[in-house]
């Protein structure tokens, strides 16, 4: 039986991809030139788990497919441009010829024999810091071109960086091309955070950047990408369980490779996905939106944001906002505040005239969940009853035989 095919795992790249448009198409051309060079600077955005990260590791791919160096950048990292300058003294050492000098340091070249008794010294001319990084960058882009290809940056979770360090970096990228290299610079990051970043003036170059939003695709996508994933192993998958697996993903990214992988998971050694094994994948898909997406997310939600959420969930639909608002207590006008930052978070979107509804998949659940079990539901799952892996270790005195494993509680298993 195949392995299970499915990747519900953030940055993991699925064998099958749900992609709206031709971002990484066009990203090549950009690259190869057919386009214009402008579109090899793009920013990425959209909610978590829709696949940021994924698209930004096919731009690395394509570009490295025709013939790119690409650096990709940790926002994690203390300086981003003594990352960018260790990444580039780095490729420079491979990729030129000329990184290290040899040199004849003792011995005498006679007619004969030269080189055997000849001592050498290998100095690296980008040993130390005293290159500055524009002359680095502008020996790599060129190297890099003579391949026919730029060099091109990369940098995920932008929205966590720091607004000076991205300027230093989009501004070397900036002056490579204005010297004439081929140059890209693509950047990805979570949509409200990107837009505090745009807003600070020192991110001009972002907001001129070639802007790729990426949200969920329609249900029957997502039902024919996960059909497409088990059609391409040893399992089968039934059209009306591909169909409900579609639905239950709500088109949304993760939750398509969430549901598959459980759909899989539950159809055992069976060869055929049935819609049963979709069904019972759905409170797990559920769980796994609530804890890994929709947690995380609310931790940042307090206040009267969070109130406005929960007057939200009294409508089974969209919410009138002027119900929200005397629900809460509040004016029009402060009403329209909240909305706004909700709308800016992700959280909550227009619907229709004087109407807002939840954005994101599942959310509903996971706002009943923390206003029934409070934050700690978000993140452990509901209590349970559960015996440990292993029994607890022996106390003094009651140490098992040497060489013989901690035995497993007795009771392990009954009473179930
Ligand atoms: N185009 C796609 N089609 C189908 N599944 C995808 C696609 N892109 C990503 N996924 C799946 O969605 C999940 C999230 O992907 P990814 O980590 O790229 O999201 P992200 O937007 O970077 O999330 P975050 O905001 O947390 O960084 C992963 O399980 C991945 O396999
Ligand atoms: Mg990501």
Redesign the pocket.
Known sequence: MDRNP?????????P????QGTPVEDFAEALEGTRPAGHRSVLIS?????????????FHDVAEEVGWEVIALHTSSDSLADELRGRAVHALRDLDPEARDSRVTSGSISALGAGASLGREISDRYEGEDVPLAVLLDRLAALASLRGGGLLVLL??VQSADPDQVHVITQHMQDLAQRGHAAGFVA???RAGVDELLANPKTTFLRRAHQVE?GS?DVGI?AQ?IMTTVADTDKHITPEAAVRAGEISQG???????VGAEAWQRSGTSGTIEIEDVEGAREFAIDAMVH??HG?ALRDINGRKDEYLLAMLEDDGPSAVMDVARRMGIDQNNQNVYRSRLIADEMIRPAGRGHVELAMPYLREALIRRRDGGRSALAHGPARVARPIRASRPVQGDRPASGTRPGRRSERGSGR
């Open positions: 499915f990747t519900p795992g953030f940055g993991l790249t699925p099958v991809l749900a992609m959209g909610a978590r788990g829709v696949g940021k990260t994924v698209l930004l590791s096919q995920d979770e990805a990051g979570v990426i695709v997502a990408v949304y990214p993760y939750l398509i490779q969430v890994n997406v995380p």
